[in-house]
């Protein structure tokens, strides 16, 4: 774009053209040049000087930055509203990076339990052996207040979760972070930037699976995290460090992929709607766990601080994990398969991927049961979703 002013516009406008070098020359690409090189030149050992005195910001390696992942990052940061963002080689990268640029052995982090599966296992599996302590809170938030002491540093949130579709308030909880000088770090996977801006409610670090909505055409895995110029530049140092960089390739399938989020989110989510009003009222669904539907619990809350009710839903089935198999086993249409937020709807039964190796009492906080069925809605016509949902329910 020409004018680099890009608060005029609107969403769908900078999911297209935010980000990108002015093109209004002659011979411009409007497309965004895969900038396939793991190396760049330098002019002369002064400009080199320059580089290593942090003079200059020249591009030197691939892992630190590349003009590709500029673009992505210029994009991303504009559709949440943030100052800067940094792209990485997935979400898991993202997430990790962002809370180790924060925490440091003897630190403790709060988080909501119902978070997506790596990121638990990160928090119960690797942080205790680092020295960092993680206490956990429903997504209701009770009992946060308990759970602060001089040594937390940082409040980590997810909402809505995955896979029951709970919210958590992101008032009270931001309240809280400031209350107590956190730093806030939410993942916004399952919002998208189209429905939930948490930067603009006070969050400090947003992070994304990019591989998800934002990519939305199951072909890349990719993450991002946004926030300030200076809490970015501590987590592009992990991304660094850590080496959890995006690859040019990754970061233009990413690009062409956001320039549709807008339309894509939008009918996803008509499509969802449709699709829980229907398996709201089937004999053999017990429960639909989907915001939009007046019987969430959190129906009110997601009118309040979501712009749509999103794209995901889950639902119990009567027949408990025998008829949730049946079910996943004769749709047709619907894909089986883990992931979401791409063109395709997807079917998956969370005991068997995201909650594999719980505890019966770590299912139960996530109100998962063994006939809990997740549904990622695509881009389909939702007169087909709903006849393949009939058919295999049948
Ligand atoms: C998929 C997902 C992640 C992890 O992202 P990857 O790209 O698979 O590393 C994190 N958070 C949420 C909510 C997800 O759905």
């Not at 730093?183 to 939930?196: E, G, H, K, M, R």
């Not at 690859?247 to 549709?260: F, N, S």
């Amino acid at each position: 774009m020409k004018n680099k002013n890009v608060h005029q516009y609107g969403p769908q406008t900078m999911a297209i053209h935010g980000g990108e070098p002015a093109r209004h020359g002659v011979g411009a690409p409007v497309g965004t040049p895969i900038c396939r090189t793991s190396t760049f030149t330098f002019s002369s050992t002064a400009e080199m000087k320059r580089w290593a005195e942090g003079k200059s910001k020249a591009y030197i390696y691939s892992r630190y930055g590349n003009p590709t992942l500029s673009v992505a990052e210029g994009k991303i940061a504009a559709l949440e509203g943030g100052e800067a963002a940094v792209v990485t080689a997935s979400g898991m990268a993202a997430i990790s990076s962002a809370l180790l640029g924060v925490l440091k052995c003897g630190d403790e982090l709060i988080s909501t339990a119902q978070v997506y599966g790596g990121s638990y296992r990160l928090m119960r599996d690797v942080f205790p052996d680092m020295g960092i302590k993680v206490h956990q809170v429903g997504t209701d938030l009770a009992g946060l207040e308990e759970l602060a002491t001089p040594r937390t540093k940082c409040l980590y949130v997810e909402t809505p979760t995955n896979p029951t579709l709970r919210l958590v308030d992101l008032d009270k909880a931001i309240k809280f972070a400031k209350r107590h000088k956190l730093i806030s770090i939410i993942d916004n996977t399952f919002a998208t930037p189209v429905l939930q801006n948490p930067l603009g409610m006070g969050f400090d670090i947003v992070v994304h699976s990019a591989t998800k909505a934002l990519a939305g055409h199951s072909d890349v895995i990719a993450g991002v995290a946004v926030g300030n110029k200076h809490r970015m530049e501590r987590v592009r140092h992990m991304v660094i460090d850590l080496g959890g960089s995006m690859d040019p390739e990754a970061a233009h399938l990413l690009l062409r992929g956001i320039k549709t989020l807008g339309v894509r989110v939008e009918r996803q989510c008509l499509n969802a709607m449709a699709v829980a009003k229907f398996l709201g009222k089937h004999p053999q669904v017990a429960r639909v766990h989907y915001p939009g539907l007046a019987s969430h619990p959190d129906h009110k809350l997601a009118k309040k601080q979501m712009r749509g009710f999103g794209t995901m839903l889950a639902f119990d089935l009567k027949g408990g994990l025998p008829a949730a198999r049946r079910f996943c086993d004769r749709v047709q249409l619907f894909l089986l398969a883990a992931s979401l937020g791409g063109v395709e709807s997807l079917v998956i039964l969370p005991i068997y991927s995201s909650h594999y190796n719980m505890s019966a009492e770590e299912l139960k906080r996530a109100h998962v049961s063994p006939g809990t069925v997740r549904v990622s809605v695509g881009l389909e016509d939702a007169e087909d979703l709903i006849r393949d949902l009939q058919q295999a329910l049948a």
